[in-house]
């Protein structure tokens, strides 16, 4: 056997030179099995390049979240803060900003415009947990990155519905 590179294609050779294949079952199914090999591998590695991980309930989801004047420019926040959660976990179902985050992949990006008065409204039960917007603007913009994505054990899920319930471990 041998392979002869073309450009993008590479020409498959199962047969030895001179040999009388006509009658020869063995050598086309050999060189049938060593294409559909072939086809079968790039096949599976264009699927894993393609298969990303997306949000979806109860995955633990670790964000960069950056806030800023405008929306090219985060400039109220010194360095992109970190905010951990698992999604999905609202009593009243999903808040708008999960909405928005809904379907996201590892390093994709969204910015939201956000008014200081709906913040509680936009996040629902997870403004309990997000870290310190900067105190002398009305609106902002908020930067969100994906970072990552991780599965989820039974406890962290019953702490973390302890801390959007807003008991902080004293009563559970």
Same mark, same amino acid.
């Given at each position: 056997m041998s392979f002869r590179?073309?450009? &993008?294609?590479?020409?498959?050779?199962?047969?030895? /030179?001179g040999a009388n294949i006509l009658g020869s079952n063995e050598y086309k199914y050999k060189a049938f099995?060593?294409?559909?090999?072939?086809q079968n591998n790039v096949f599976e590695a264009l699927m894993m390049r393609e298969k990303k991980e997306k949000i979806r309930h109860l995955k633990k989801v670790h964000l960069s979240l950056e806030t800023g004047k405008y929306r090219d420019l985060m400039d *109220?926040?010194?360095e992109p803060l970190r905010f951990d959660f698992i999604f999905g976990l609202g009593v009243e179902g999903l808040s708008p900003f999960e909405? &928005?985050?809904?379907? /996201? &992949?590892?390093?994709e990006t969204i910015t939201l415009s956000?008014?200081? #008065?709906?913040?509680?409204?936009?996040?629902?039960? *997870?403004?309990? *947990?997000l870290p310190a917007f900067p105190g002398d603007? /009305?609106?902002?913009? *908020?930067?969100?990155?994906?970072?990552e994505l991780s599965e989820v #054990?039974?406890? &962290?899920v019953i702490k973390s519905m302890a801390n959007t319930?807003?008991?902080h471990d004293h009563c559970c």
């Open positions: 590179p073309k450009g &993008e294609i590479f020409y498959f050779r199962a047969v030895p /030179k099995w060593a294409l559909s090999q072939a *109220l926040t010194p909405f &928005e985050l809904a379907e /996201k &992949e590892v390093g956000i008014q200081r #008065d709906q913040i509680p409204e936009t996040f629902g039960h *997870l403004t309990n *947990l603007v /009305k609106s902002f913009y *908020l930067k969100v990155r994906v970072l #054990d039974q406890r &962290e319930a807003g008991c």
